[in-house]
DNA sequence: AATTATACATTACTTTTTCTAATCTTAATA
DNA sequence: TATTAAGATTAGAAAAAGTAATGTATAATT
């Protein structure tokens, strides 16, 4: 049951013709010549093998085969423009899916999510939390937000801001335990590490301090559980500035010193890059490079 | 509101490999290459800035733009086809326009119809009455019976019957009158005439009398009045063989001499050549030169 | 009655689109 | 590890669609 069917671009031309019952008008509407939609449909009508028009020098008509034809093509065509016009509609509105690691979305992005939706209440923004890089040919994600070293192929990425990193510690740590006046002092609180990643060493080198031997400590597998442990006072460890800006402000984080390394990765809104134009995809990009800029004034990022 | 859509092979490609999931099998569908298939549908996702298809190495997935616009597309080329599917039906059913002299309408198609509606019974027929010639541009007739002499452009013509022209009368002028045994007795008798055509002089010179001074006497303007008069016992006319086979056959009316002129127009089925191949037209022509032939069999033509 | 204007048809190309063959890539399967 | 089964890519060929210019027929106008 392979449908059967003549040139589609000639039965477009046919319907245009039938509406406007007009080669001329016609081809206005379709942006072409009048020539193109007389060849169109003698060429359909040879393929079908019956006349749809009758030619009348000053008027055109139907001809039984046309009218029969015409209802059917009109209301093919108008099908296909409202499922085209369903698809632009889903670029404008509706869910946006944003795959970002955990420690972004729980510290950095679901708080913001509010201003979000407030400012685009026709997009449905949700999350998917994923430890790897997404895929966009694979992964049903829109958009994602990345850390890494940018310039990554087949996406199109804008940087929302590079990384700092710093010791940073609890107040109340910092209250009883040994008096920070220099960097080595902080070799007299225990030091918490995150696996995989550890930085110390180039903090210090950073202050100055070459030759130390960082002693280990307890570790945890995220920055935002690293966190959770400094927050408990549990010891000193090197914070990330986009991720832990509220935390500085509201003073639940101290940073008992200045100096920073900045991180050869940063934060980066990613979509694919054929997606990029696209209104949500937009949206989201402007609303989250906006927020951070607005962060990094406030001192909250 | 002129509606904007992609390309519509674009579509229908999209169509194919969303039903089958497989860029391969729908371009077997469509009697393409797959890398036809993956060229159309790379190019619509440029154009429509989304991606449809997810594709996975072994498998094809509809993203959730793909699933949304599928549907649209099957019912809006279902909806095509099943235009095309009425047209070609047209084709094989319904009304068959006839276009035919009156004289041959009531002489000869008419007393027969009822045999082409029972071999034919899916073909309503009608017939249109014209005096002059058709124009299969301008009228509704599919079809019509032509007098002429053949070769007319841009429709196919099909000789169904040379015209033979002969002397008769009714059979109790026959009696009535003078003897008949030489042509020149005729001219003892009325002779009518047929508006503006007139073959007694070729009749008599086909019978070796060339230098007759022909009588004028009443007229008619159509072959079938003349015979009316004829059978009526009004004189001598001459006959057409085409239109009087079954009052010959029947006796109503009688030939006297066996010499015959050859008319130089023949009767013609002719359709638009464009249409020829159309079951209902190669219906009516197969239909009508059959029942011509078996009449000349029968002497019933 | 002649002239003008309108609308489709035709012709000879040109341009654009579509398709193909050959080859590459990736990952599931043997 | 080799094989196989999709789809992607590339460069070029083929087919389809379109154009400009002109032709034709005839209704409308002068």
Request: aromatic letters at 8%.
């Amino acid at each position: 049951m392979p449908r059967q069917l003549p040139s589609l671009n000639a039965l477009r031309a046919f319907e245009a013709a039938a509406r406007r019952l007009s080669f001329t008008r016609a081809a206005d509407e379709l942006f072409v010549t009048q020539a193109a939609v007389s060849h169109q449909i003698k060429h359909l009508e040879e393929q079908l093998g019956m006349q749809l028009f009758r030619r009348m020098n000053r008027q055109l008509q139907l001809t039984d085969a046309g009218q029969i034809l015409m209802p059917f093509m009109s209301d093919a065509l108008d099908m296909m423009a409202s499922g085209i016009e369903r698809l632009n509609h889903e670029q404008r509105e509706g869910r946006l899916t944003v795959s970002t690691l955990e420690s972004i979305a729980a510290s950095w992005l679901v708080p913001r999510l509010r201003n979000f939706r407030a400012q685009h209440p026709e997009i449905e923004l949700s999350l998917e939390i994923a430890d790897h890089p997404v895929d966009f040919d694979r992964d049903k994600a829109d958009m994602a937000i990345r850390y890494g070293p940018g310039g990554w192929p087949g996406v199109s990425a804008t940087k929302i801001a590079d990384e700092e990193i710093f010791p940073v510690l609890s107040p109340s740590l910092l209250e009883k335990g040994p008096p920070l006046k220099h960097p080595r002092d902080l070799l007299k609180f225990p030091l918490i590490h995150e696996d995989m990643v550890d930085r110390w060493e180039d903090w210090f080198e950073a202050v100055g301090e070459t030759a130390i031997e960082v002693p280990r400590g307890s570790s945890f597998p995220h920055s935002n559980l690293v966190m959770q442990a400094v927050m408990a006072g549990e010891g000193v460890a090197l914070g990330r500035s986009f991720l832990i800006g509220p935390e500085i402000a509201s003073g639940r984080l101290v940073r008992p010193f200045a100096a920073s390394v900045t991180a050869a990765f940063s934060f980066y809104v990613v979509a694919p890059s054929w997606a990029q134009e696209t209104p949500k995809v937009q949206a989201f990009t402007n609303w989250i490079v906006e927020e951070t800029r607005v962060a990094a004034r406030t001192g909250d990022s």
